[in-house]
């Protein structure tokens, strides 16, 4: 069967005012937080890779990461793809002064041609952890709809506040995603404006599965979204969003928990922990020192560059 793990990085980079060429190593040979999302898929079946970038970056891109992973997929069999998110790619004059792109919706309308299957879909500069990926991989066989949860304890920042979308959940089911803005940690519990939240709450981290119709979805959406917009500057087609509308409509939409701890670097003094973090992997046998994609393909002689 094939599955497709769509990755979102159209706006890799861009934190900071940096650019791809920018991005930080995390890894002992140079990885960067998105080569163990596809190590991890890879690893738990998934055999399509399609990046959403732009066309700005992408010569960058390829240079830092797509030429790379290229080839380690070309060695596995794996199908890699990219697709453009742009400005412009609307059926509308685009608003004057919009400089905001138009959200993860419309970013994953830009890869509709491609796919064919059901897949799923991640942030690029997210870890997201092994055991997510093997959820998701044996998820897609459903053919429904499915977000991978992880505990709101996994997924805070030591060095300042997070938002994060706290689920509402019911029989296992999604019953809608509250976002909450400011949750800082302190010590074993998180608070949000004064209140104490729930430290083992499922929070989403925007790590997805959907069916191949969804692109439909998405498809027929689009264009209402643009009919009725209140902020033509700032308004985005997000999937939290078009998923709270589905649940509205009554589709279901599976969450599926995992204790994975969730690496990202939101404030740059983040970069410190999230090195010792994958440090602490490695010393734990969870990835391979020497090359990480030695155990996908251990015949093979490739080597991060």
């Known amino acids: 069967m094939k599955k497709t793990l769509v990755i979102l990085a159209a706006g890799i980079g861009s934190r900071y005012g940096g650019g791809v060429k920018q991005l930080e190593p995390v890894g002992p040979n140079g990885e960067l937080i998105i080569d163990y999302s596809i190590h991890d898929a890879i690893q738990a079946g998934f055999n399509k890779i399609i990046f ?11 240079e830092v990461i797509g030429n790379r992973i290229e080839s380690v997929c070309k060695n596995l069999n794996i199908e890699v793809a990219y697709a453009f998110q742009e400005l412009q790619s609307v059926p509308i004059p685009v608003p004057e002064g919009r400089v905001k792109p138009w959200g993860t919706g419309h970013a994953l309308l830009a890869c509709g041609n491609l796919v064919h299957e059901p897949f799923a879909v991640i942030n690029s500069d997210d870890y ?34 997070v938002t994060r979308g706290i689920c509402i959940i019911k029989g296992g089911k999604l019953v809608g995603i509250k976002e909450t803005r400011n ?14 939240l729930h430290a083992d709450a499922s929070v989403s981290m925007n790590f997805w599965c959907f069916p191949e119709s969804f692109m439909d979805v998405l498809a027929v959406g689009f264009p209402q979204f643009l009919s009725a917009l209140s902020n033509p500057q700032k308004d985005e087609y997000l999937l939290p969003i078009i998923i709270d509308g589905l649940l509205q409509g009554g589709t279901e939409v599976s969450v599926l928990p995992t204790e994975e701890r969730w690496f990202g670097v939101t404030y740059k003094e983040d970069k410190a922990s999230v090195v010792e973090s994958f440090s602490g992997l490695y010393q734990d046998g969870i990835y391979n020192s020497d090359n990480l994609y030695a155990d996908l393909y251990p015949e093979s002689t490739l080597t991060i560059h």
């Open 52 to 62: 959403i970038i732009r066309h700005d970056i992408e010569a960058d891109f390829r």
């Open 128 to 161: 997201y952890g092994k055991s997510g990926f093997h959820s998701a991989s044996a998820f897609l066989e459903t053919g429904q709809y499915g977000l991978i949860g992880y505990p709101l304890r996994n997924t805070l920042s030591d060095n300042g506040g």
């Open 183 to 196: 949750i800082q940690k302190q010590n074993d519990t998180a608070v949000a404006e004064g209140q104490v």
